[in-house]
């Protein structure tokens, strides 16, 4: 269970990077943006039909996600069971807001997710000025113009590094690759750059559209 | 010194428990944890009270048996078990709270007195090497590293507290596993039953009801022998090649 947990994690980590990657595309322009979002859907035809991989992609995201989230609440419920009766004192020796935020991080996440989807994917609602009816890129612009959105993505993030932080590390240990001191140092030291490059990286768009950095023409 | 302590009460394994409060004077700060409670004892016993029960055995840090949640931490503030825990490390006037091991798998049988057979469950499922009992054999004929001596001594180390157990914000009892794990894993004569052990000891620490570690560390800080973390990396790597190879 925990290792079914640990792989899919793992999948998403490889996902963000990727999906951080194509955002850093809105400082090449709208068309730089645009022209991305069009080769996923080229990417291996006529190999693969037009947005073929891309749907591929999602299944395994989805199968990843529903993996990831069922042995959490299931692990979650355990612990829960193994111990009934609280302690009326406890004191935390070196656990710390990284790791005791892995459960209701991952579930704001969860519901940040939602919102997200909803936003650039399935409904596609525009909440800011710029028509961008069948244009990814200004719909991107548009939104992150908004002060509150910027606000909700810029929360998301600080949940992901610290849901990084600590993951990236724990799936090292729970898949035994954290055998020795220079390993473990080398798995703390992933999962911090990771956490970071990730939360750094999704927050750099957002902020540039918000002060005005990258425009819509 | 004169302290306030909040002790744990519970009468039996099904009767609800308290916390109730006793205040203790010229306690002196060469006691053990363990003596300071034997003279609130007496005390309890002069008034015709039930004395606090409580769990020891060596007193001198090597059995396992003592254990007790001093004010949210396992064998209170010192890396040492709870008997060889002494007064000095309190101050005047300190309030101390005392309370059992808490996890389902380690129910209260009376006061601060827990079973853990169910660590003695998860030793009988794989815990042990299959040898013919008999004279020692010659200490020579089967050589072993010196580093994976030194690694299964200080895996062996582990006395079977329970500390982990509560510690961990999961009640999980995988410090303690891992412990026995790489402690047999790392000699010769642990080899035969490698897969079987990892597999069949995960499979009886899940079925007693401990949770699943989430790898934050509390349980190798309150360990009185300091096994470290990296034990249960061992028992994860383990029993994911156990599972690849069937078994």
Not at chain 1, 22 to 50: C, Q, S, W
Not at chain 1, 66 to 90: D, I, M, N, Q
Not at chain 2, 143 to 172: E, L, Y
């Amino acid at each position: 269970m925990k290792m079914l947990m640990a792989l899919s994690g793992a999948l998403f980590v490889f996902y963000v990077l990727v999906h951080m990657y194509g955002n850093l595309k809105i400082f090449g322009g709208v068309d730089a943006f645009n022209e991305y979002a069009d080769h996923l859907r080229t990417l291996f035809t006529p190999f693969l039909p037009f947005g073929g991989f891309l749907w591929l992609f999602r299944v395994v995201l989805v199968v990843a996600l529903v993996a990831h989230a069922w042995s959490a609440f299931y692990l979650w419920s355990r612990a829960r069971g193994a111990r009934t009766t609280r302690y009326v004192a406890k004191a935390a020796a070196r656990a710390t807001v990284k790791s005791k935020m892995m459960r209701w991080g991952g579930v704001a996440l969860l519901l940040f997710l939602v919102w997200h989807l909803l936003q650039f994917t399935i409904v596609k609602f525009n909440v800011g000025s710029i028509p961008a009816e069948g244009n990814p890129g200004l719909l991107v612009i548009s939104s992150f113009q908004v002060w509150w959105v910027v606000l909700i993505y810029l929360l998301a993030l600080v949940a992901l590094g610290l849901h990084l932080y600590h993951g990236v590390w724990s799936a090292t240990q729970t898949l035994g690759w954290a055998g020795n001191a220079t390993a473990r140092r080398r798995a703390k030291t992933l999962g911090t750059v990771i956490a970071l490059v990730t939360s750094v990286g999704f927050a750099l768009p957002p902020l540039a559209i918000l002060f005005g950095f990258v425009k819509g023409s | 010194m004169n302290l306030t302590l909040k002790i744990w009460r519970q009468a039996g394994p099904t009767t609800k428990g308290e916390m109730v409060t006793y205040p203790v004077t010229e306690i002196s700060e060469d006691m053990s944890f363990l003596e300071m409670l034997d003279v609130l004892n007496e005390q309890l016993n002069a008034r015709g009270e039930e004395p606090i029960a409580f769990d020891s055995d060596c007193r001198e840090g090597i059995c396992g048996m003592c254990g007790l949640m001093i004010s949210g931490k396992a064998h209170g503030p010192e890396v040492t078990t709870t008997c060889q825990l002494h007064m000095r490390s309190f101050s005047d006037g300190d309030e101390i709270t005392v309370e059992p091991w808490r996890a389902d798998a380690f129910p209260v049988i009376k006061d601060l007195v827990v079973d853990r057979s169910s660590f003695d469950r998860i030793i009988q499922a794989g815990g042990f090497i299959s040898a013919n009992t008999g004279s020692a054999p010659e200490a020579h004929s089967v050589p072993v590293p010196k580093d994976k001596a030194d690694r299964a001594f200080m895996a062996a180390a582990c006395i079977g507290c329970g500390a982990c157990v509560a510690a961990c914000p999961n009640a999980s009892g995988m410090l303690f596993m891992g412990a026995k794990i790489t402690h047999l894993g790392e000699l010769p004569q642990g080899q035969p039953e490698r897969d079987a052990r990892v597999v069949n000891m995960v499979s009886q620490h899940d079925h007693e009801g401990f949770g699943g570690c989430t790898n934050i560390g509390e349980c190798s800080s309150a360990c009185p022998k300091e096994i470290p973390l990296d034990v249960i990396n061992q028992l994860n790597k383990d029993l994911r090649g156990a599972l690849m190879r069937g078994e």
